[in-house]
């Protein structure tokens, strides 16, 4: 007998409610583009947190703990200050907030680029921290050899090509990728590089429509478009920014709901109910056993 007092938790917010399903895995979503072609589209979000990953979870096949929540959930002006330990500890919440859908952490600014050996350090350590199934990293050709690294020593990598929000200062800005020729081509030459290297899917984001349909062509591996092309294997938006949770997003993004002023108005009622003392009511309080 266990001599351990444990606390009933079975009320906690935490606990999800109980889903039995089976994760999907790296390599059945490298698998569902099968000789160029992909019947049924990829469907990715961003996840950051535990409850928005269980609300996310059945309808998707990945969630991205992307660094975007630099800016989503940290308020930063970029993705550069983004360290280890957030990204480790937003993903850790959403490996446990969700059971059907593949977990893809970024690897942070700066926590992989200097050689393959430090990225394998940094991406060991993200999936032993969170158990997250995948690590994303951006960059082509540059990556391809630190790629073939990771993959080789059981690290699945998503790629990342065209407008890579890490590399802000070197373009100087958000703008869309490949509106000149040696752009375009350099585009689809780290494409090809990364999936030459094993990468087990790319997202492709901001660039020429034109651009995403040649890689999706040219790649065996299936791409995740965002602000890229319907023709993608699959697509990929930040969720705060599809819900409406923002005034400014990016031209590609498309809103599907409008949750800012849901949460607005909700918080109006909520401080007139204050104010006027009519909550809490009857409902809300406590008053002694009958
Ligand atoms: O960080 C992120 O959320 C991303 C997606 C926009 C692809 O990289």
């Given at each position: 007998?266990?001599?351990?007092?444990?606390?009933?938790?079975?009320?906690?917010?935490?606990?999800?409610?109980?889903?039995?399903?089976?994760?999907?895995?790296?390599?059945?979503?490298?698998?569902?583009?099968?000789?160029?072609?992909?019947?049924?589209?990829?469907?990715?979000?961003?996840?950051?947190?535990?409850?928005?990953?269980?609300?996310?979870?059945?309808?998707?096949?990945?969630?991205?703990?992307?660094?975007?929540?630099?800016?989503?959930?940290?308020?930063?002006?970029?993705?550069?200050?983004?360290?280890?330990?957030?990204?480790?500890?937003?993903?850790?919440?959403?490996?446990?907030?969700?059971?059907?859908?593949?977990?893809?952490?970024?690897?942070?600014?700066?926590?992989?680029?200097?050689?393959?050996?430090?990225?394998?350090?940094?991406?060991?350590?993200?999936?032993k921290?969170?158990?997250a199934?995948?690590?994303?990293?951006?960059?082509?050709?540059a990556?391809?050899?630190?790629?073939?690294?990771?993959?080789?020593?059981?690290?699945?990598?998503?790629?990342?090509?065209?407008?890579?929000?890490?590399?802000?200062?070197?373009?100087?800005?958000?703008?869309?990728?490949?509106?000149?020729?040696?752009?375009?081509?350099?585009?689809l030459?780290?494409?090809?590089?990364?999936?030459?290297?094993?990468?087990?899917?790319?997202?492709?984001?901001?660039?020429?429509?034109?651009?995403?349909?040649?890689?999706?062509?040219?790649?065996?591996?299936?791409?995740?478009?965002?602000?890229?092309?319907?023709?993608?294997?699959?697509?990929?938006?930040?969720?705060?920014?599809?819900?409406?949770?923002?005034?400014?997003?990016?031209?590609?993004?498309?809103?599907?709901?409008?949750?800012?002023?849901?949460?607005?108005k909700?918080?109006?009622?909520?401080?007139?109910?204050?104010?006027?003392?009519?909550?809490?009511?009857?409902?809300?309080?406590?008053?002694?056993?009958?």
């Amino acid at each position: 007998m266990s001599t351990t007092f444990q606390l009933d938790t079975s009320t906690s917010r935490a606990n999800p409610t109980p889903q039995v399903m089976k994760r999907l895995t790296v390599p059945k979503i490298r698998q569902r583009k099968k000789d160029g072609v992909t019947e049924d589209p990829l469907v990715m979000l961003t996840a950051y947190t535990a409850r928005q990953a269980q609300l996310l979870d059945t309808h998707c096949d990945l969630l991205l703990v992307g660094d975007s929540l630099g800016q989503v959930i940290y308020g930063l002006p970029s993705t550069i200050p983004v360290t280890m330990e957030m990204m480790a500890n937003h993903a850790a919440a959403v490996v446990r907030g969700s059971y059907h859908s593949v977990v893809v952490v970024d690897m942070p600014f700066g926590s992989y680029e200097s050689s393959p050996q430090q990225a394998f350090e940094s991406a060991a350590s993200l999936l032993k921290l969170s158990g997250a199934a995948a690590v994303k990293l951006e960059g082509g050709v540059a990556m391809a050899e630190t790629v073939a690294f990771l993959n080789q020593r059981g690290i699945p990598v998503m790629g990342h090509v065209g407008l890579t929000p890490q590399a802000v200062n070197v373009l100087g800005g958000y703008a869309a990728r490949g509106r000149s020729d040696t752009e375009a081509a350099k585009i689809l030459d780290d494409a090809k590089a990364l999936d030459e290297a094993g990468a087990f899917a790319l997202v492709i984001e901001g660039v020429l429509e034109s651009i995403a349909i040649d890689v999706t062509k040219a790649v065996s591996c299936p791409t995740i478009g965002i602000g890229a092309s319907a023709q993608c294997d699959g697509q990929v938006l930040v969720t705060e920014d599809m819900l409406g949770m923002f005034e400014r997003v990016p031209r590609f993004v498309k809103r599907y709901a409008d949750i800012a002023s849901i949460i607005e108005k909700t918080v109006v009622s909520y401080a007139q109910e204050v104010r006027n003392r009519s909550f809490p009511g009857e409902e809300q309080t406590y008053q002694p056993k009958a």
